[in-house]
């Protein structure tokens, strides 16, 4: 869902129907972010991913119909399909398909800002026109009875790491150990508009010689939520890096950890890693300002 509430949104801003759609059976997808949803406009568009696409033509049949209440649709795989997703044929999995517009304003908002989310939904013959959100939740858990659907999500931390070479791979798979999304990538354009999208529970690490580029990064950062931003290298790069920063008005880079990490003496690429994911997680937990 917090992949596709920004296209949600302006469709719904622009009086544009939508749909959306999420599996309530996350624990036979396990290979799958329990958070995944899809969207779909008028004529069969989609807007983000659920178990891969697999059941996508599907999930447009549906949207054909133009309901006007959610409701849950009981889906049985074909062999197509569950080879797709990883599980047996025949395997029955649970969507909830419903109109954008039948859930509260607030929800797309709260999860633009990447906020945990409570959906309650009422049902009546499995049908439901409107929805409610509870409270904050701690984590995602999906459960479902006769007359209600209790959905709770907690988004998953995502972190950025411009660079290449052993040390942005091995701060990848350190972000990945504990849990979050990681994307490593050498292609300045692609880490700035990776960057646009970040939240305070997020981060972004920024290596390599190339002032011009890291400095365009690190001016994104500095102007999206990003929770953490760390800059890998020694001071010499740093002050270049700030120089970059102040000629194009940039001079509040408090925000800015560099060099990235605690100063556990870390040498190889995956003391390194280690010790800059554990200051995004004592930054984003408040424990650690400098």
């Known amino acids: 869902m917090y992949g596709i509430a920004l296209s949600v949104a302006a469709c719904l801003r622009g009086g544009t129907r939508v749909d959306v759609a999420w599996c309530l059976d996350p624990d036979l997808t396990p290979e799958?972010?329990?958070?995944?949803?899809?969207?779909?406009?008028?004529?069969?568009?989609?807007?983000?991913?659920?178990?891969?696409?697999?059941?996508?033509?599907?999930?447009?049949?549906?949207?054909?119909?133009n309901a006007t209440e959610g409701r849950v649709e009981t889906i049985q795989l074909d062999e197509l399909e569950a080879g797709a997703i990883g599980v047996a044929p025949g395997t029955v999995i649970r969507i909830f398909f419903a109109p954008a517009d039948i859930f509260p304003e607030e929800l797309w908002e709260q999860l633009l800002d990447r906020q945990p989310v409570t959906i309650d939904i009422t049902l009546t013959n499995g049908r439901s026109s409107a929805t409610t959100l509870g409270e904050q939740p701690s984590n995602t858990t999906i459960s479902i009875t006769d007359d209600r659907v209790l959905c709770q999500w907690s988004p998953t931390a995502s972190m950025v790491v411009f660079g290449g070479g052993?040390?942005?791979?091995?701060?990848?798979?350190?972000?990945?150990?504990?849990?979050?999304?990681?994307?490593?990538?050498?292609?300045?354009?692609?880490?700035?508009?990776?960057?646009?999208?970040?939240?305070?529970?997020?981060?972004?690490?920024?290596?390599?010689?190339?002032?011009?580029?890291?400095?365009?990064?690190?001016?994104?950062?500095?102007?999206?939520?990003?929770?953490?931003?760390?800059?890998?290298?020694?001071?010499?790069?740093?002050?270049?890096?700030?120089?970059?920063?102040?000629?194009?008005?940039?001079?509040?880079?408090?925000?800015?950890?560099?060099?990235?990490?605690?100063?556990?003496?870390?040498?190889?690429?995956?003391?390194?890693?280690?010790?800059?994911?554990?200051?995004?997680?004592?930054?984003?937990?408040?424990?650690?300002?400098?």
């Open 32 to 65: 799958f972010d329990a958070t995944d949803a899809v969207a779909i406009t008028p004529g069969g568009g989609r807007l983000g991913s659920l178990l891969g696409g697999a059941i996508d033509s599907r999930l447009v049949e549906l949207s054909l119909i």
């Open 166 to 290: 052993p040390m942005a791979h091995a701060i990848g798979r350190a972000a990945q150990f504990v849990g979050w999304n990681a994307e490593v990538t050498g292609s300045a354009e692609a880490a700035v508009a990776l960057a646009t999208s970040l939240s305070p529970i997020d981060g972004i690490v920024v290596m390599g010689h190339d002032t011009e580029a890291v400095g365009r990064v690190l001016q994104t950062a500095l102007v999206s939520g990003a929770g953490y931003i760390g800059s890998i290298g020694p001071q010499t790069l740093q002050e270049d890096r700030g120089d970059w920063l102040a000629y194009r008005g940039v001079t509040d880079t408090t925000r800015i950890h560099g060099p990235a990490g605690f100063p556990i003496g870390a040498s190889s690429p995956e003391e390194v890693a280690l010790s800059v994911i554990v200051e995004m997680i004592a930054v984003r937990n408040g424990a650690h300002s400098g």
